[in-house]
């Protein structure tokens, strides 16, 4: 069965960088969708960043273009979200969602609190 983990959340000031990670595991086909989402208190769950699988393209949102950096490791089992510039509206979960198929596949999440 298909295993999903975030990591990397915390507390980081106005300005400064974080690293998400993103392990899945159980993957036996080679086309899977990886993603990104967050949510604030309060707020829907949005989309920050997509990865697909076997090809490697990407897509953003448009309010993380430029600061975020969504990639893969060489064996294509994580991901990672790299984000600068951080800003206090970044303050939320951020949840991993992996899709293979019809199959979808989610992580409990991992806080980011973007404060002085």
């Known amino acids: 069965q298909v295993q999903v983990v975030e990591s990397g959340g915390g507390l980081v000031q106005p300005g400064g960088s974080l690293r998400l990670s993103c392990e899945a595991s159980g993957l036996i086909f080679s086309t899977y969708i990886m993603s990104w989402y967050r949510q604030a208190p309060g707020k829907e769950r949005e989309l920050v960043a997509v990865?697909?699988?076997?090809?490697?393209?990407?897509n953003y949102a448009d309010f993380v273009k430029g600061r975020f950096t969504i990639s893969r490791d060489n064996g294509k089992s994580t991901v990672f979200l790299e984000m600068n510039s951080l800003k206090p509206e970044d303050t939320a979960a951020y949840f991993c969602?992996?899709?293979?198929?019809?199959?979808?596949?989610w992580g409990k999440g991992t806080l980011v609190t973007v404060s002085s």
């Open positions: 969602k992996v899709r293979q198929s019809s199959r979808v596949y």
């Open positions: 990865i697909y699988n076997p090809d490697g393209h990407t």
